[in-house]
């Protein structure tokens, strides 16, 4: 069997080549996949996630969603089937299409019988039965449902072929290299087709992506919805939704040719993390290794962010000469900042403005700088403008 990296290091089609072969192999003798093993050497104050040096998944990232820093990986690159995780896309894409006014969440949408046809996991939707387009988005996301991420894709791409078309143009604009989406399910292939493929590093792109759209969001981080007028209750199959501190969603995944999977999202005191882990042997191993990978990031960084773009900052300054005798400047633009929990000790954030300026002003003239330092070094600088014009009052208007 081909190592991680090899699988990784082919061409597309080889490596489609390479799993076809996998998969008979481990059809033949009763096994689902086989664990990666490995170690980690990343240069952070704390040592990386890992369990003696074995890693019990195929790939794994950790990201933080803000910057887009990764914190860590293994194997972040590795093309693996993400079973319904793939969904994410599936959400994302519907969403852009209500962002541009195509679709709307409060149309009506009318299961086809090809949905109504989906296996796995399901809401058990009829040929003909109309739902709420929201309704049918929440039943993708809390309760993974096959048939309705069909009826989606029917009624905002035309077709599931061409809605899979706009899955794989958007991969392609967030730069998702490693993906090629096949269905809007995530279900095992039917003969004669190729499984979708996706990366820990695009599945992160992807949720990180949804941060646009708020609705995602409460969804995505519900526990237990009711479905068709409460006869059919929706529940999630993210399991950290109901224990992990901070978890704000996102989606689970799983058929035999992937193993278990899980991107998961988080946030705490403005820090917010997204860990994907693909490939893993259980879902509770799934699960476990990305709050292993969470509680990793909240423990080693934070984010540091001591001013926001327009904020009102320092000392009154004073005028000379002018038709208002103070104003105060603002921030020109946001500081922000992840760092290690090392690092963000011991820094100090100074407003340098002077005590007075002459008139006159121009709105935007920079008059000053909020500085962020440690020790002597300088970490980062941020001007401080001024709020709006203040004109002179002219050769004899003080004496009036």
Request: aromatic letters at 8%; a negative charge; one cysteine or more.
């Amino acid at each position: 069997m081909p190592s991680p990296g090899e699988v990784s290091s082919v061409g597309r089609g080889a490596a489609l080549a390479v799993r076809g072969v996998f998969m008979d192999r481990l059809a033949s003798f009763g096994i689902i996949f086989a664990l990666c093993f490995g170690t980690i050497a990343l240069a952070e104050p704390k040592p990386t996630p890992e369990v003696g040096g074995i890693h019990p998944y195929r790939g794994a990232i950790l990201v933080e969603m803000g910057s887009g820093k990764v914190l860590f990986a293994k194997n972040e690159d590795l093309a693996w089937p993400p079973a319904s995780m793939v969904k994410i896309m599936t959400v994302l894409v519907a969403m852009d299409a209500v962002a541009a006014g195509e679709v709307s969440l409060d149309d009506t949408v009318v299961a086809s019988k090809w949905a109504e046809s989906m296996g796995g996991t399901q809401v058990w939707l009829a040929a003909g039965e109309r739902f709420a387009m929201r309704d049918l988005m929440q039943a993708i996301l809390v309760g993974s449902a096959n048939d309705a991420s069909v009826a989606v894709a029917e009624h905002v791409g035309g077709s599931v072929d061409g809605f899979v078309a706009r899955m794989n143009a958007k991969a392609r604009a967030l730069g998702m290299n490693e993906t090629e989406i096949q269905s809007v399910h995530g279900l095992p292939p039917s003969k004669g087709k190729v499984v979708d493929l996706m990366s820990p590093r695009d599945l992160a792109k992807a949720a990180t992506a949804l941060r646009a759209y708020p609705e995602v969001w409460q969804w995505a981080s519900t526990k237990e919805a009711p479905f068709r007028d409460g006869k059919f209750t929706l529940r999630t199959t993210n399991w950290l939704v109901h224990w992990y501190p901070g978890i704000t969603g996102l989606k689970t995944g799983f058929i035999n040719l992937s193993g278990f999977g899980v991107t998961a999202t988080a946030e705490r005191d403005g820090l917010s993390l997204v860990a994907v882990v693909m490939g893993a042997a259980g879902k509770r191993s799934s699960l476990g290794e990305a709050s292993r990978l969470l509680d990793y990031g909240f423990e080693t960084y934070r984010i540091v962010e001591p001013v926001k773009a327009g904020a009102d900052v320092g000392a009154e300054i004073s005028v000379s000469g002018g038709t208002e005798s103070f104003f105060r400047g603002r921030a020109a633009e946001g500081m922000r900042m992840l760092l290690s929990s090392e690092e963000a000790r011991d820094l100090t954030v100074e407003v340098r403005v002077p005590g007075q300026v002459p008139a006159p002003i121009t709105q935007g003239q920079v008059v000053g700088a909020v500085v962020l330092t440690r020790g002597t070094d300088e970490i980062a600088r941020v001007d401080v403008l001024a709020p709006r014009n203040i004109e002179s009052v002219g050769l004899f208007g003080g004496l009036w």
